[in-house]
Nanobody
Framework: EVQLVESGGGRVQAGGSLRLSCAAS????????IGWFRQAPGKEREGISC????????YYADSVKGRFTISRDNAKNTVYLQMNSLKPEDTAVYYC???WGPGSSWCRTPRYEYDYWGQGTQVTVSS
């Protein structure tokens, strides 16, 4: 059974930090790029970061660039999202997703092409 399980969300004050984890199972993790998305109430789900399967190339949306860092540990089948300098506008449900792409340095796959999704974890940033 394919599973992506996010953890690490919670409530934090503005300026604080959280580290999200995305634990994968049921598929060949190394062959998949992993993306982080978020969805705030009343807004569309947006892609904020991703990491490729091949050389670990990364992408960040402008809204999180310089504050968030994505990394992956293939030995643990886990991707992390370190979030620093959090702002109230970062409040959202955060999702990780996997898209097939063995050996690729590309990860900016359109949202609708992702194969597997987690259930999400809530991040709330208070001012």
């Amino acid at each position: 059974e394919v599973q992506l399980v996010e953890s690490g969300g919670g409530r934090v004050q503005a300026g604080g930090s959280l580290r999200l984890s995305c634990a994968a199972s049921g598929f060949t993790f190394d062959d998949y790029a992993i993306g982080w998305f978020r969805q705030a109430p009343g807004k569309e789900r947006e892609g904020i970061s991703c990491i490729s399967s091949g050389d670990g190339s990364t992408y960040y949306a402008d809204s999180v660039k310089g504050r968030f860092t994505i990394s992956r540990d293939n030995a643990k089948n886990t991707v992390y999202l370190q979030m620093n300098s959090l702002k109230p506008e970062d409040t959202a449900v955060y999702y990780c997703a996997a898209t097939w792409g063995p050996g690729s340095s590309w990860c900016r796959t359109p949202r609708y092409e992702y194969d597997y999704w987690g259930q999400g974890t809530q991040v709330t940033v208070s001012s």
